[in-house]
């Protein structure tokens, strides 16, 4: 077990809807990255939170958006879901933003309808 | 743009066997190098990194090897074990800002007991 936890394992929603999904870093972790995974594909990078700060943004619209705690807990939000956002969403944790060794959480299967 | 392929998308092996997944990347810049395994519904596993400054890097039945010249990975696993199949993601990242990682689409590995 990585101690990163995210929640929930699974979740159905409708076309139009919004969904946030949330993750627990590894204690004394302090960065959070989120990927999306659709099925049979590496997983994609969406943003990196750092001190409660995006710090770095891949190539996914401003629906997707994200939050970071004091506690370094983090949450994703997608607004106005389509098909295509269906896929496994996976929250990595690390140290810093330097270090290559990141603990990855069992991930949220999303299924959009 | 950046990108992280593989060769093979399946590869098949006897159990006791040695492995080994080959993995392409074509950004320059990348300057680290991690191996990911994943488990069917989990997350992905840290296996082994390294960075462009080495070209072989070992870890417990794991060698990593670099070739910087022609931009290729690859991933040794010694006396491959049933315990072992799973899907394996190359991916690529660059230290020098924040901590985003390109994976590929990864190989599966069957080991055939």
């Known amino acids: 077990e990585t101690g990163v936890t995210q929640s929930p394992t699974h979740l159905i929603k409708t076309r139009g809807q919004q969904v946030t999904l949330r993750c627990s870093s590894q204690?004394?972790?302090?960065?959070v990255s989120w990927y999306q995974q659709a099925l049979g594909q590496g997983p994609q990078f969406i943003f990196q939170?750092?001190?409660?700060?995006?710090?770095g943004r891949g190539n996914f619209p401003p629906r997707f958006s994200g939050l970071q705690f004091p506690n370094y807990s983090s949450e994703l939000n997608v607004n106005a879901l389509e098909l295509d956002d269906s896929a496994l969403y996976l929250c990595?944790?690390?140290?810093?933003?330097?270090?290559?060794?990141?603990?990855f959480g069992q991930g949220t299967r999303l299924t959009v309808v | 743009g950046e990108s992280v392929g593989l060769h093979l998308p399946t590869l098949s092996v006897q159990e006791g066997d040695n492995s080994i997944i080959n993995c392409a990347y074509s950004n320059s810049a990348s300057d680290y190098f991690i191996w990911y395994k994943q488990e069917s519904g989990k997350g992905p596993q840290f296996i082994i990194d390294i960075r462009s400054n080495m070209d072989k890097r070992q870890g417990q039945r794991v060698t990593v090897l670099l070739n910087k010249t022609v931009k290729h990975l690859s991933l040794q696993i010694a006396a491959t074990q049933p315990g072992d199949s799973a899907v394996y993601f190359c991916?690529?990242?660059?230290?020098?800002?924040?901590?985003?990682?390109?994976f590929g689409t990864g190989t599966k590995l069957q080991v055939i007991p």
């Open positions: 939170y750092y001190r409660e700060e995006e710090n």
């Open positions: 990595a944790s690390s140290f810093g933003t330097q270090n290559t060794e990141a603990f």
């Open positions: 991916a690529e990242g660059y230290s020098g800002g924040y901590q985003k990682v390109t």
């Open positions: 204690s004394g972790h302090n960065t």
